[in-house]
């Protein structure tokens, strides 16, 4: 077996699909790994129903994501809650390849030989007065994860995706007013759920409305809206505020480091390589995989792949080999 020196062999950033399937691959690689996750689960956890990850005929996001995460500590994957906000390169530190220095917002840095780029998207933000004061006090932007604390209580839904039209159709079920505020007058979703939405007595639709501001003490009391044909402003007493926009990728941190597209997003190799910003040069020791890559299958099950992918691209680069097939058993054979 390749003995490689102390340290991490593999750092992976994210905790969902992708980076704990390469988290599962790394570990029974007998590579020293550890996943560094601000939480676990990502978008997969936000749904509430999964019907076409393979070998599940219906599995809950948040279930799948734990089965995951127990697979990759079982194989021996360290896992840690923090958030990453800056990796620098050691050039030549281990025999000639980098070396990476992985920091977090704690203040904490590690040090590895490969890293697993897999930390997806992150929520979009409203990015108004309040909305960060309230963050997990009354604001929320996963339905499927809150929803059920806000049973009995009036609600907002931002956004007019097919998130915000499944999320305000859930919680038309549990609360006795949601609504559902739009910044245009046509929504974006499927043709089945804005009928069923529109069907619902306790949905009230606010088309052409952004929100201004959320306000409250301690918890949310209630938003302030705009309408933007008219101007006019009203204030709306609500529990609780579901912002539902969309994602955006966070690479501002890593653009020195890979090649992204327009969109932010990391551009890889059909091996989950990265290449050097503006270059067609592979980057060594810097993989990705997931939603934060170029993929246009946003899937549970090709995020998993990509992961897996990463996680022997990884060690076969520092076996020092070509990429290859290894099959999985032979390193569990010589643990
Ligand atoms: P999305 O489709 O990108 O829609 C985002 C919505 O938020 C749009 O209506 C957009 O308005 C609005 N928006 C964006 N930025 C905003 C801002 N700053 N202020 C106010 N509104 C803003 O996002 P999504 O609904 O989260 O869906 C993401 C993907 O997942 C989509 O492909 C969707 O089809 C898919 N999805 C599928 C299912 C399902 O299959 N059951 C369920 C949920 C999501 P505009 O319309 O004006 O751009």
Redesign the pocket.
Known sequence: MVKFPEEYDAIIIGGAAASLTAAIYAARRAMKTLVIAKSIGGQAAMTDVIENYPGFMSVGGIPLMNKMLKQAMKAGAEVIYEEVNGIEEIPNANNGKPMFTVKTTSGNSYKTKSVVLSYGKTP?T??VPGEGEFGAKGVSYCVTCDGPLFKGKKVAV???????L?GAEYLSKICPKVYLI???DQ????EYLIEEVKKRKNIEILYNT?VKEIKGENTVHSIVVQNVANNETKEIPVSGVFV????VTKTEFIKQLVKLDQMGQVIASNNAETYYPDSDKIRPGLFAAGDITQTPF?QIVVSAGEGCKAALQAYNYLAGQQPTFVADWVAKKKK
């Open positions: 979009r409203l990015d931002v956004g007019g995706g097919n998130s915000a499944e739009h910044r245009r929504f974006r979703g499927f952004n539902e926009i969309g994602s946003k």
